[in-house]
């Protein structure tokens, strides 16, 4: 049983993975002057449209998210309509975040909130397709032992990957370099894809190699 | 032989404090300098040679100009003149440069490239090596020989109009001056216009020889907003307009028969891209010269300007003149400056300054016969006295001019040798003493390291008198100490006999060096020792042979622990970049910031986890619904709980408005801060408000544990503070009109002093008594914090008035997270004393700090003092600068050893891990400076940051011995 979630699991990281890729590719093909460095927030936001959408529609296909024990369309609706609002708390959130490491506070506001959509998408968007809008559910996960199924240990390796690819993202910036790439957002941007990417591939990775110790609790 | 591990700990550090005071003796070149006290005299001028003939007394050739203007514009960039955009800058000056009587140049200034040692070099011809920068800070009057001296002394009368810095230099030099401070960076009109409204009456009297001009405004527009701002352009055209005017008025007093004028248009330094100056990047270091005079050959178009160094207008403007050349100049004359003049007096010129040099080469140099400059100076000065013999016997011939031009020639290469050869002598590192006192450091890192292994290894070995087992004894008995003293004697031998080895260890007495030697050896052979020892601990325990094992715990790191090893390890590798040198503020405060997060991420699994754990249902719920058996503590709890958790947010918050009232460091110190906002003189009563605010909440945090005395002394003191401050213009009382008598406050900062010492006394007292008479634990630690309460109300003297909201936000996060995180989450005594020792650093930089010498705040040196005094002003603006460190170093102590449910070893524990925390990057650096001793940075970013790491590391050696007393109190009571 395990080996067949884990193997969906590295087929659903696989098929994010190509969407990333797809998104940095199409644009250039498309807009005239695409570029990852020179017109950044493009490829952000194109990177981060594609991650939710793909996201959103590898959960549901999978049938990921929680049962819900209500089936009227006012529930799914009043869900979707918290989902949204989790999504957008958490882009201020990461803005906040982002603001108090050191980010200026008016100068490239613009730039600092598309990070912190890149980062909700990366990270918060996944909880909501694994976790739904259940706050309880998001602590639990993110404290210590609190994993109960792969998915979460997965959730788990994916978001502290990208959170540190985006932390270590940051360092190249005092350099005196004077690299297009250092530009802020570009390094944080570029480190927390990275991270993402690599979390993608781990993921799977360590649990299929950790499969024998893994034993989740049940509710 | 039993020592405890803060003894242990604080004797490492002064070891380590030794080490690094040797390499810094290696490190710094000494200045070059002649031996002789007395200046250069006109009578000592060497005769002119002539083969054959006695000498024929010490004529001197005809001075080249009689009157002099030199226009120094701060931070006048190469490009600003010579540049593309330089038509449009300066046209004026273009003009003359390309079809004017004149010369230019591009005078290349020697790092570090600041004001003062640049007027210095300028004046005396010598480089100002950069620990010569550090020792005068305080700028004292220049007592080499200079050219202004010399000036003056052959009855020139000289007229000084712009920065005040020369008139600090040159006391009682000047004819006529008017100083301009450059205090205020903000204003780059009124420096300017203060310095131009004398120039129209200056210029129409005929009473004075030299005049110097000195422009501030084009630095101060650098430092607001860079090289290519708008301001630029107005402020270098107002610049030509000057250099037309007294050009013009130069031209229309010229007389027929006298001699000509000669005007000086020089810049002191560049500018880098970011507008600031101090480093050595080309921008920086590339200065126009331009030397204008009716004698020069006019121009027909623009050439290249040739390059030269900034010294060497010294040595031009003192033959120029008819002045001897100062002694420790090591530049040599412009030969385009001379080419108008006749063979003969040119040779003459060129001898003169080839003596000057090559008395300077024998002076520095153990064996400067051999050097390739001096010896060529001996053949061009026979060649010399052999062409003057055929010149006076009449000879006008062909060849007579060509074997003048050669013997020119010959001069030119031995002068650009022997200078080439004295600015190298500069450079020169002792790398005997370098390397001792490096390996000094390592051994001290070593043992400190290796007792953490120990105290990892073996924890209850420790906890009952936190004592380490030291053989010293048998150690000195052990053949390895033998060895190695043998080894060390030999190096020694080998090194000072070498040769050409000119170094400070080998000058040191016998006597010292050999107990150095002893102490090293015995470090060394103790280090082995314990080495195996340490390790055959920790072997016993891997293997399980250990009967520990059973009661030691798994060795799990929380995310907190690997933050914590992460955030030092890197910090210790970033110091090998120079970028994050200059920007090692981004470092702390970044670490700082994850800190907080992580910090706050343990509250909440702590607060969040434990309740759900006691609440017996499954449904997870919402930890405020849990419900408690009585309602009172449920309250308490609760509002315990949600202040905890406010914590660290506000912490962040905290630290993110403080990271905005200074911009430090290098690249973003151009942006504006709240600092500069604050310190405009629109915005006092809102800095007035500010501060008033920030003392009465000082107040009220210091005052909660001190006694009524100290309460009282304390309350004062601040009001104090706030007269001080009122008095000395900063800020303002409610009656007060802005702008009405300023003074030095003397009064009001010794009544603070009063009050300070009435403090520290207090605690001292309930220190001692806590000791002797009742071993009261209550008394010992309100005897604790009085003395921290004591510090705190001198720093708040010390600080600038918008810098107070630094000292309030410190004792404000010191107060909430000792209460709600330090000790409710039972972090160690290793934990908190890192959490403390990142917070020091980040509120060093907090304040305004950077790793640039030209941050330190000198002016604190003369709160309370009428005058300048060494050692007070010293001690205070160390303080001062180090306020942070030092403030949460000293709240370390307070809290470890007021926490009495904490084991005794807490404070050894701390103390250990300070010192621990202090040596290894400052080893780590010296170990790197060795490595990067030749980095194009190495004495604009790496130096500086050098000095300040052993200062540190001498702060903390003194924290430490603080440290053990109390220690020692604590096992006693």
Same mark, same amino acid.
């Given at each position: ?59 549901? @296909? ?35 975040? @982002? ?15 598309? @990070? ?104 | ?21 040797? +390499? ?113 800070? =305080? ?17 020139? !009368? ?26 205020? #960076? ?7 216009? =203060? #310095? ?68 000086? %248009? ?43 160094? /900034? ?15 100062? /002694? ?21 010129? %060129? ?26 100076? !001996? ?6 006295? =052999? *062409? ?13 001019? =060509? ?96 040769? $050409? ?27 082995? $020792? ?68 992580? #910090? ?49 947010? +506000? ?50 945090? #210091? ?36 702008? $009405? ?29 806590? /000791? ?65 020792? *990142? ?35 010293? +001690? ?62 190495? *004495? ?34």
């Amino acid at each position: 049983m395990w080996d067949h979630e884990i193997r969906s699991m590295a087929s659903s990281h696989a098929i994010v993975a190509a969407s990333v890729f797809m998104a940095t590719v199409v644009p250039a093909v498309l807009v005239p002057g695409f570029s990852v460095y020179g017109t950044h927030l493009l490829w952000l936001y194109s990177v981060s449209a594609a991650v939710t959408g793909v996201s959103v529609a590898v959960s549901w @296909l999978l049938g990921l998210t929680p049962p819900t024990k209500k089936h009227t369309l006012g529930y799914k609706l009043s869900r979707l309509f918290r989902s949204c609002l989790y999504f957008f708390l958490s882009c201020l959130f990461f803005h906040v975040v @982002l603001v108090l490491y050191g980010a200026p506070l008016i100068e490239s506001a613009v730039e600092t909130f598309s @990070l912190a959509v890149l980062l909700t998408s990366l990270t918060s968007l996944r909880c909501l397709c694994v976790l739904g809008p259940n706050v309880q559910a998001w602590i639990r996960v993110f404290s210590r032992h609190g994993a109960m199924s792969i998915w979460d240990t997965c959730l788990q390796i994916t978001v502290a990957c990208t959170l540190v690819g985006a932390w270590l993202g940051a360092f190249p910036i005092p350099l005196d370099w004077d690299r297009p790439w250092q530009v802020w957002p570009v390094s944080c941007s570029l480190g927390a894809m990275i991270g993402y990417l690599t979390g993608l591939v781990v993921a799977p990775a360590w649990i299929h190699y950790h499969r024998k110790q893994l034993t989740y609790k049940s509710k | 032989m039993k020592v405890r591990s803060s003894v242990l700990a604080s004797f490492i550090l002064i070891f380590e404090v030794i080490g690094v005071a040797l +390499f810094l003796r290696g490190f710094f070149p000494v200045p070059v300098k002649s031996s002789l006290s007395s200046k250069s005299k006109l009578s000592d001028l060497p005769a002119e040679p002539v083969t054959g003939r006695a000498p024929n007394g010490s004529r001197l050739p005809q001075p080249l100009f009689k009157r002099v203007v030199i226009m120094l514009v701060d931070a006048l960039r190469e490009d600003f003149v010579f540049g593309p955009s330089g038509r449009i800058f300066m046209p004026y000056t273009r003009h003359v440069v390309e079809r004017g009587s004149s010369h230019s140049f591009v005078a290349k200034a020697r790092p570090p490239t600041v004001t003062m040692p640049r007027i210095k070099a300028l004046t005396t011809g010598s480089i100002p090596g950069f620990i010569d920068v550090v020792m005068n800070l =305080n700028s004292p009057a220049l007592l080499e020989d200079n050219l202004i001296w010399q000036a003056k002394t052959a009855g020139k !009368r000289i007229v000084f109009y712009g920065d005040d810095t020369w008139v600090r230099l040159f006391p009682k030099h000047f004819m006529e001056y008017d100083g301009t401070t450059s205090f205020f #960076v903000s204003d780059y009109t009124e420096v300017d216009n =203060n #310095v131009t409204r004398h120039l129209d009456s200056t210029l129409k009297r005929d009473d004075w020889d030299i005049l110097i001009l000195h422009y501030l405004g084009l630095d101060h527009i650098g430092h607001i907003s860079g090289p290519h701002s708008s301001l630029i352009q107005p402020k270098l055209l107002e610049m030509d307009d000057i250099l037309k005017k007294i050009h013009g008025a130069l031209i229309s007093k010229e007389a027929e028969g006298s001699l000509p004028y000669l005007l000086v %248009l020089c810049g002191d330094h560049g500018m880098s891209e970011t507008g600031s100056h101090g480093g050595s990047s080309e921008p920086e270091v590339n200065t126009p010269l331009v030397l204008i005079s009716p004698a020069f050959r006019r121009k027909v178009g623009m050439m290249k300007p040739g390059v030269v160094e /900034q010294v060497d207008l010294t040595a031009t403007l003192a033959l120029g003149l008819g002045l001897p050349i100062s /002694q420790n100049n090591v530049g040599h004359v412009i030969p385009d400056v001379l080419e108008e003049t006749t063979l003969r007096d040119q040779l003459r010129f %060129l001898h003169l300054n080839g003596h000057q040099l090559s008395c300077l080469l024998k002076d520095s140099m153990a064996n400067y016969e051999k050097d390739a400059g001096f010896e060529q100076f !001996r053949v061009a000065e026979k060649a010399h006295g =052999n *062409w003057m013999k055929l010149y006076l016997e009449g000879n006008t011939s062909e060849v007579l001019t =060509n074997m003048g031009k050669k013997v020119l020639k010959q001069y030119l290469e031995a002068l650009a040798a022997m200078s080439s050869a004295l600015s190298k002598q500069l450079g020169k590192y002792d790398m005997y003493s370098m390397v001792a006192g490096m390996i000094l450091c390592s051994v001290c890192v070593c043992v400190l390291k290796l007792l953490l292994v120990l105290l990892l290894a073996m924890p209850e070995a420790l906890s009952g008198a936190a004592a380490v087992d030291l053989p010293v004894l048998p150690a000195l008995a052990s053949l390895p100490f033998y060895l190695l003293c043998l080894l060390l004697a030999s190096v020694r031998v080998l090194v000072c006999t070498s040769a $050409q080895s000119s170094c400070y260890l080998c000058s040191l007495p016998g006597g010292l060096t050999v107990c150095l030697f002893v102490c090293l050896s015995v470090c060394l052979s103790v280090s082995v $020792q314990h080495n195996s020892k340490g390790y055959g601990q920790i072997l016993m325990k891997f293997t399980g042979f250990s009967p520990l094992k059973s009661s030691s715990s798994e060795w799990s790191l929380s995310e907190l622990d690997v933050l914590l090893l992460a955030g030092t390890i890197g910090h210790t590798l970033s110091l090998a970049s120079s970028s994050f040198v200059e920007e090692e503020h981004q470092i702390w405060y970044f670490l700082l910031n994850t800190l907080c997060l992580a #910090v706050f991420q343990d509250v909440c699994r702590k607060y969040f986890r434990e309740q759900r754990r006691s609440g017996d249902d499954d449904e997870p719920i919402l930890p405020s619904k849990a419900s408690h058996p009585s309602a009172h503590p449920k309250a308490e709890i609760c509002s315990e709980k949600w202040l905890a958790l406010a914590t660290p947010p +506000f912490t962040l918050v905290c630290c993110r408005l403080l990271r905005s009232l200074n911009q430090t460091g290098v690249q973003w110190a151009h942006l504006p801060d709240v600092g500069h906002w604050l310190n405009s003189s629109e915005h006092k009563t809102v800095l007035s408000l500010l501060a008033a605010f920030c003392l009465v909440l000082i107040y009220v945090l #210091v005052q909660r544990r001190c006694s009524w005395v100290s309460k009282i002394a304390l309350a004062l003191g601040l009001l104090g503070v706030y007269s001080y401050r009122a008095a000395v213009g900063n800020v303002l009382f409610p009656w007060q009109h802005s702008g $009405q008598n300023m003074s030095k406050g003397t009064v009001e900062a010794r009544f603070v002093y009063v009050f300070v010492l009435g403090i520290l006394f207090t605690g001292t007292k309930d220190l001692l008594r806590s /000791q002797i008479i009742t071993a009261d634990a209550k008394l010992k630690s309100r005897g604790l914090w009085e003395i921290y309460s004591g510090l705190v109300l001198l720093v708040s003297l010390l600080f600038r008035a918008h810098n107070l909201p630094v000292l309030c936000g410190c004792l404000l996060i010191q107060t909430l997270m000792a209460q709600f995180i330090w000790k409710k989450l039972h972090y160690d005594a290793a934990q908190t004393t890192i959490m403390h020792y *990142w917070f020091g650093q980040a509120f060093f930089y907090f304040q305004g700090n950077s790793n640039n010498i030209a941050t330190i705040d000198i002016s604190v040196g003369f709160i309370g003092l009428e005058s300048y005094i060494e050692a007070p002003a010293i +001690f205070l603006t160390a303080l001062s600068t180090y306020a942070g460190p030092l403030l949460w170093a000293c709240h370390l102590v307070c809290y470890l050893s007021s926490d009495t449910d904490r084991s005794p070893v807490a404070v050894g524990h701390g103390c250990y891990c300070l010192a621990l925390l202090r040596s290894v990057p400052a080893a780590a650096y010296i170990v790197l400076v060795t490595v990067l001793r030749y980095h194009l940075f190495i *004495w604009s970013v790496f130096s500086p940051k050098l000095l300040y790491e052993s200062m540190h590391l001498l702060l903390t050696a003194g924290v430490c011995l603080f440290f053990n007393t109390m220690e020692q109190s604590h096992s006693s009571s």
